[in-house]
């Protein structure tokens, strides 16, 4: 089975792969790491600004995916992939792994949005 991993930053410039997937039927698991930011750039900005003496309080602009959130699950299922989440409980991950595990195993894609702490 494949699974993958990606971050939501990344994720964001391309999410229309996910029809690729429902069109060919292809049987993938995807898990969305979600921590509603592009965070390598947050921390670049955060780090950039200590080093200039400017304050990390604007770090946030255009770094972060909030106000709103994106609804990854929702986007999935927009383009007949099963989506699942936010999931920020972590006791709530087993039985949403093995019903996206199952999905997969039917043979359709399948994208688990799982929220994650930024650091």
Known sequence: MTV????DGDFMFVPSTLW??????IPLLYIVHNNRAYHQEYMY??????????????AD???TIKDPFVDYAT???GFGVYGEGP???PNALA?????AIAMVK?????????????R
């Open 4 to 7: 993958a991993i990606g971050g």
């Open 20 to 25: 690729t997937a429902a069109h060919h039927q």
């Open 45 to 58: 900005l955060q780090a950039m600004a200590a080093r200039h003496g400017r304050g990390i309080t604007n």
């Open 61 to 63: 602009i255009g770094t």
């Open 75 to 77: 986007l999935a299922k």
């Open 87 to 89: 999931i920020s409980d």
């Open 95 to 99: 039985p949403v792994l093995k019903r």
């Open 106 to 118: 039917s043979g359709q894609p399948a994208l688990l949005d799982v929220v994650m702490d930024q």
